[in-house]
C-alpha cells in the first residue's frame, strides 16, 4: 500500500487528513560517493527493527545527471524504504567526486553550480507522483573557503567576484527559492526541504516567499547551545526539521537533552549517520553505538 502523500499546513507536516506528522528517522550516506548500492536488508533494520518512518538519502548531482544506473539505485532504495513504512528524503550532498572544496578537501558545496536546477527537475519529474519521495535541495550551505580555488555561482549562471566569499541568506535565499520553483514546476505537491546557513544550523532569514516548505537544521554539539536563536524561534511560525544531528559516546547526555527541545516544539530529524562518523551503528555489525542506542530507542518509542 503506498504511503499517504504528505504536504504542509501552518507549522506542521500533515497527511491527507490534515493529522500532525512527524518525521523521524536516519540519515543512510553512501550514495554519494559511492555508485556501490544500499543493502536491503539494511533498510530493514533502519525501517522495520528502528521503526524510522523516514530515510535521508545523500546522494550526488553529477551522478543523477550523467551515471548509467545511478537512478536506478535510488529507485530502489525509495521502493524499500516505502515497504518498510518510511519515506526517502533525498539530500543533495554532492557536486560531485571530482572537485573538493576548502582547505580540509570536503566536497559539501557552499552554493548550488549552474547544473542543479536542472538536476532537481530531472528528479522532481522522475519521482512526482511518488508520494514516498522528499526533496532536500541543498545539504549545508556556507561560506567559500580561503584557499577555495572554486568561485560561487548566482542562480542566473554568472559568477560572484573572485574574492566573494560570505554565504548568507542574500546568498542562498535567491538560489533555493530558484531550486524550489523548479521541482514545484515537475512536481507541485512536493513537499520540499530548505536548509539555513553556516552549513545548515542558522535559520535566521527564513521563512522564503514560497508555500509548503520544511525548514532544516543540522545541530552538533560544536555549533553552541542557542538553539532557540538559531531555529527554534521558526518552528512556532513553519516546520522546521533537524536534517543532521549526531554525537560521540560522550555526547549522550546532549543528545537527551536535544531531543527532548526537539520533540517540546514538534521537530522532526534524521540522526546522523548509519555509515559514517559519528556512528550510530558499528560498520560490521550494525550494533548501535551509545549515541545510537539513543537514537533507537526515541524511534522505538514513536511518539508523534
Not at 532569514?205 to 543540522?218: A, C
Amino acid at each position: 500500500m503506498p504511503l499517504p502523500r504528505l504536504s504542509v499546513a501552518g507549522p506542521r507536516i500533515v497527511d491527507p487528513q490534515g493529522r500532525p506528522v512527524t518525521l523521524r528517522g536516519v540519515n543512510r550516506s553512501g550514495l554519494e560517493y559511492s555508485c556501490s548500492p544500499i543493502p536491503p536488508e539494511e533498510i530493514d533494520v533502519i525501517t522495520r527493527d528502528w521503526r524510522a518512518n523516514v530515510l535521508r538519502i545523500p546522494f550526488n548531482q553529477d551522478w543523477a545527471l550523467r551515471a548509467g544506473g545511478y537512478l536506478e539505485l535510488l529507485d530502489a532504495v525509495i521502493e524499500r524504504a516505502a515497504a518498510g513504512g518510511a519515506y526517502t528524503l533525498l539530500d543533495l550532498q554532492w557536486l560531485d567526486a571530482e572537485h573538493p572544496f576548502g582547505p580540509d578537501r570536503q566536497f559539501v558545496p557552499p552554493l548550488p553550480n549552474p547544473d542543479t536546477a536542472t538536476m532537481w527537475a530531472v528528479l522532481a519529474s522522475r519521482y512526482r507522483d511518488n508520494p514516498a519521495v522528499l526533496f532536500d535541495v541543498l545539504n549545508e550551505p556556507h561560506n567559500r573557503a580561503l584557499d577555495d580555488p572554486y568561485r560561487l555561482f548566482r542562480p542566473d549562471g554568472s559568477l560572484y567576484d573572485p574574492d566573494h566569499r560570505e554565504v548568507s541568506m542574500t546568498e542562498w535565499g535567491p538560489w533555493a527559492e530558484r531550486l524550489v520553483d523548479a521541482i514545484r514546476a515537475e512536481a507541485p505537491e512536493s513537499v520540499i526541504f530548505v536548509s539555513g546557513t553556516a552549513w545548515a544550523y542558522d535559520l535566521r532569514g527564513l521563512p522564503l516567499d514560497r508555500e509548503g516548505l520544511v525548514y532544516s537544521t543540522h545541530v552538533y554539539p560544536n555549533k553552541g547551545d542557542d538553539w532557540f536563536g538559531a531555529f527554534g524561534f521558526l518552528a512556532p511560525h513553519a516546520p522546521v526539521f533537524a536534517g543532521e544531528f549526531g554525537g560521540q559516546d560522550c555526547d549522550v547526555a546532549w543528545g537527551q537533552r536535544l531531543l527532548d527541545y526537539f520533540d517540546q516544539l514538534g521537530i522532526g530529524w534524521t540522526a546522523w549517520s548509519f555509515t559514517d562518523r559519528p556512528l550510530l551503528v558499528s560498520r560490521d555489525t550494525l550494533r548501535p553505538t551509545a549515541f545510537g542506542e539513543l537514537v533507537q530507542q526515541r524511534l522505538l518509542a514513536g511518539v508523534n
